[in-house]
């Protein structure tokens, strides 16, 4: 169905190419999952597939793609259209209508198809995406989750052969997240669609894939059973490092095989007690009062109160919808905000210049220089900071990134990266992350745990949006749940998390109801063990 012979891929100015002498072929009915680092060129593979490399980035392709017996060289997206669907990083960009409706039936009617079959298709899309409620609402008004659905039913409504999908849960919840791959991995076995998917949340993903294509630095692509190739690499879900640690095997790639293996594990584990990062207490630093956002008839936040101290690190964490952008925006002096009060240190914000640093769903909306050593050189002066501060910290997000390059030319990571960076110099009281993992592999997520521990300790108060369950689990030390607007759980990490089956770990639902969340407090208590 997909066929790479020998493909390199390389960009202008770029020191090498992106992709490597690529020789792979996706047969039909196949569910494959692209694994690499931030930035290692898995929207390049992905976009090769459609012919959007490089009919429409640029750059220069070697070898040959064909796709369903098309070679893409000589056929533009637009004439693989009905062939291959693809939802990109962000959804938004590519909505050409204003309401759901129009844009789950738009695609039908650029290849003509009969009312009665389009009104018919939108239907079973809406139902088996769940988001039948959302047909007449206006695309904008949608949460970036409900858009990352959308865009995902939109290219499903033609009913391609093929679906390629870029981080096609990283805005979803997680029983939004279960849902999605349910329907997709319905597709794959009932109808015989190949789906090819890029995703950093592996352990959402990786139990579905028939195959892993696994994308390392140099360029180079290997393919293989997850198993296999999960084994050895650098990337991988919490899982299958904790069975990697106890020598489990076969090595678990979902929750039900690994808690056929942890019996023993929990025996070694007896008497020993997590180690959670601890609630800081003390005077809130912000505070908020009765929150109220309204978006035309919906109600998104009701009188939320919320206090955080200094050094807190607290997620929000609650299903799409549940009011968690609304609830940062209206905590920043920029946001809207029907009623309420909030308060740093007993001022009003507005009144404190840099008080609060806010780092959008969309982080690109803050990049308006025309390459990355700009950026940070600008930031550095508004901050202001000494000369490099900002580039220190974009190499510890994420490293490698060219100075010369332009922003708009980043993975979607890497300019994350740069807006984290260009925003935490300035060192804020409060700052503020709206999902601060989308596009971030596990080490990159673990240099951001690392800047915002740090931050922590010199007394900042942070408040992340996020579904990221493990990244919460490793890094923050109170989760706040909402639901339609309203605070229904608040309190310690472990308490909140191990207690729900919707946002629990992958750790944690494998030792459950012992309180453990991550591999390391695992390990640190098997090394325990292992010194007695």
Not at 282 to 303: E, H, I, N, Q, W
Not at 358 to 370: E, K, M, R
Request: proline share 7%.
């Amino acid at each position: 169905m997909i066929h790479f012979e020998h493909v390199t891929i390389r960009y202008p100015n770029a020191p090498e190419p992106t992709l490597c002498d690529v020789d792979l072929v996706i047969p039909e009915g196949e569910l494959c999952v692209v694994v690499g680092r931030t930035g290692v060129g898995k929207s390049t593979f992905l976009g090769a597939i459609n012919g959007l490399v490089p009919h429409f980035t640029g750059g220069h392709l070697a070898g040959r793609v064909t796709v369903a017996g098309r070679d893409t060289r000589t056929h533009p997206p637009r004439e693989l259209a009905d062939v291959v669907g693809m939802v990109g990083q962000d959804p938004l960009a590519g909505f050409v209508t204003d309401s759901v409706e129009e844009e789950l039936a738009y695609a039908m009617e650029q290849i003509g198809l009969s009312a009665s079959v389009m009104r018919k298709r939108v239907e079973e899309t809406l139902d088996l995406l769940g988001i039948a409620e959302l047909r007449h609402r206006p695309l904008r008004s949608l949460s970036g989750g409900q858009q990352q659905r959308v865009a995902i039913g939109s290219v499903l409504t033609p009913q391609p052969r093929i679906l390629v999908l870029d981080e096609p849960t990283s805005a979803l919840d997680p029983t939004a997240a279960e849902e999605v791959l349910a329907a997709i991995t319905r597709l794959v076995h009932d109808l015989g669609i190949t789906v090819v998917i890029a995703e950093h949340r592996l352990e959402r993903v990786v139990q579905y894939a028939d195959r892993v294509v696994l994308l390392g630095p140099t360029g180079s692509v290997t393919a293989g059973a997850p198993e296999a190739m999960l084994r050895t690499s650098e990337v991988a879900p919490p899982l299958v490092r904790l069975g990697r640690l106890v020598a489990w095997d076969p090595l678990p790639l979902s929750v039900r095989d690994a808690r056929r293996h942890v019996a023993t594990l929990r025996a070694d584990l007896s008497g020993f007690v997590p180690e959670h990062r601890l609630m800081p207490a003390g005077p809130a630093v912000l505070s908020a009062r009765g929150l109220t956002v309204r978006y035309g008839t919906t109600l998104a936040l009701r009188g939320v109160d919320l206090d955080v101290s200094p050094g807190q690190l607290v997620a929000v964490m609650g299903r799409n919808g549940a009011g968690k952008s609304s609830l940062l925006w209206a905590l920043h002096p920029a946001g809207p905000r029907g009623g309420g009060t909030v308060t740093i240190d007993g001022e009003d914000p507005a009144t404190r210049r840099g008080a609060i640093g806010l780092v959008p769903q969309t982080p690109s909306d803050l990049l308006y220089l025309a390459t990355v050593a700009e950026e940070c050189e600008q930031a550095d002066r508004e901050a202001p900071a000494v000369a490099g501060t900002t580039r220190e910290l974009l190499d510890r997000l994420v490293p490698g990134v060219a100075a010369a390059t332009h922003p708009r030319d980043l993975s979607e990571g890497q300019r994350l990266g740069l807006v984290l960076a260009v925003q935490l110099v300035r060192a804020p009281l409060v700052v503020l992350l709206d999902e601060p993992t989308r596009g971030l592999d596990a080490v990159a997520k673990a240099r951001l745990t690392s800047v915002l521990v740090e931050l922590a300790h010199q007394g900042r108060a942070i408040v992340v949006s996020t579904h990221d369950v493990e990244f919460v689990a490793t890094t923050a030390d109170r989760v706040v749940v909402l639901a339609e607007g309203e605070v229904v759980a608040d309190g310690p990490t472990a308490e909140v998390v191990v207690a729900s089956p919707a946002f629990a770990p992958q750790i944690a639902k494998v030792l459950h109801p012992d309180p453990w969340l991550t591999v390391e407090q695992v390990e640190r208590a098997l090394l325990s063990r292992a010194s007695v």
